[in-house]
């Protein structure tokens, strides 16, 4: 059984070794041993505060565990707040228009200016599944189930949530977009800018990142192409947060103009499908025939589990044998918080 739990310290060599698998670009799991072990911890201070009224900068970090081998399959976190203790930097497309009626000449040009206009909301993050789990709806899985963790502990978040997606690199890690910056205002290649982003040395992107609007016209055409598009083993996580309601509003990153996406916690599609049932007992776990998908989690925060199960639609109750009960913290009669996969 592949169970969703919070983070411990010693999942740092897994949690390691999903850096090192998930490639450039992945800006939130550097290969960095101080910085990995300083999210483990403040993942553990998040989930160990009991009196959250208002989000803050609590960083909720969760792995998929195999209950049967041990093993790490995957790694996925929330936000509750960004921007709070360091500047949350995006460019922001716009247009401007250059007219003159005198010479009936109408010009509306493409712009990136550098912005933080997201600071404050929460933030979904670090979503790796490693290669040989990436079947049977883990993904989706490992993906929505924080959906339901949203909409249990929703005092813990903003009433918006933004997901950066990857942009387009190489297997080297060059970025057409970033190649341009480097060109003009740096000078480090992709990768390193990436690094220094993601252990939290963003100095550099005020001191350097230009002041102005850039026109996008003014940029090589491989640069304009990979505005707002993601990278290709993105694709699938951004059509499954799109499906939940996210959508684009002009926001990208500042390194490889990767997309964000963004929506109102309210309004994502598991959020609102979700229901909170009781749990049931039963001496055999229910037959797949007669069950579809779903996603499951209880109402706890240290003791937080989410899994898949199978559940017949329409029934009052959740049906778990004694053993995936046992597995997500759950005993005879406890609520749980289910939607459809």
Known sequence: MLVIRPIEAADYEALYSCAV??????????????????????????????????PGDESYLFVMEDTETGEIAGVSGIEAAVGLTEAFWHYRLGKVVHHSEKLNIHN?????????????????????LREPYRHNLNGRTLSRFRMLFLAQFKQRFSDWVIAEMRGVCDDDGASPFWDW????????????ADYLSGIGDKTFIAELMPRYPIYTSLLPEKAREVIGKVHDNTRPALKLLESEGFRFRGFVDIFDAGPT??????????????????VMLVDT???????TPHIICNTQIESFRAAQV???DGSEKVQLSAEQADKLNLSEGDTVRIVAL
Do not use: W
Not at 181 to 192: A, R, T, V
Not at 285 to 291: F, I, N, R, W, Y
């Open 310 to 312: 199978r559940h017949i």
């Open 108 to 128: 509306t040009l493409e712009t990136l200016s550098l912005c933080n206009d997201y600071t404050g909301v929460s933030e979904l993050c670090t979503l790796f």
């Open 261 to 278: 996406v963004e929506a109102e916690v309210q309004n994502l599609r598991s959020v609102r499908n979700s229901v909170l049932k009781e």
């Open 21 to 54: 698998e998930s490639g450039h670009g992945f800006t939130s799991l550097p290969i960095d041993q101080g910085l990995l072990e300083r999210r483990i911890a403040r993942a553990q201070a998040a989930f160990a505060k009991q009196d959250v009224a208002t």
């Open 181 to 192: 910056l480097e060109q003009h205002f740096f000078s480090m290649d992709f990768p390193k």
């Open 285 to 291: 776990p229910v037959d797949a025939e007669s069950a």
